[in-house]
């Protein structure tokens, strides 16, 4: 059973920063690629970055510079650290596994991320 568990999300005043864990168990997560997405209410859900199982990064122009993606392929956890964190970045924080060539495609429950002050 596969099974992706997102912590850390929490209240946090503008220009904060959080850090994002989701912990992976049921795949071989060295060969998975992982993704962070957000969704706010009212607006579909967005990537916010990706990182390979090779090890490439990807980022949503929105929080470039920001945000850093990051696995440790020992503890099958990805992370996501975020800075600077702005009033547009809250939303519930999805974790996502993808092996595309055997159209595997995971989500965890997610994890809400408010910023306020």
């Known amino acids: 059973q596969v099974q992706l568990v997102e912590s850390g999300g929490g209240l946090v005043q503008p220009g904060g920063s959080l850090r994002l864990s989701c912990a992976a168990s049921?795949?071989?997560?060295?060969?998975?690629?992982m993704g962070w997405y957000r969704q706010a209410p009212g607006k579909q859900r967005e990537l916010v970055a990706r990182i390979l199982a090779g090890g490439g990064t990807n980022y949503a122009d929105s929080v470039k510079g920001r945000f850093t993606i990051s696995r440790d392929n020992a503890k099958n956890t990805v992370f996501l650290q975020m800075t600077s964190l702005k009033p547009e970045d809250p939303a519930v924080y999805y974790c996502n596994a993808r092996f595309d060539l055997l159209r595997h495609d995971y989500w965890g429950q997610g994890t809400q991320v408010t910023v306020s002050s």
């Open positions: 049921g795949i071989i997560f060295r060969a998975y690629d």
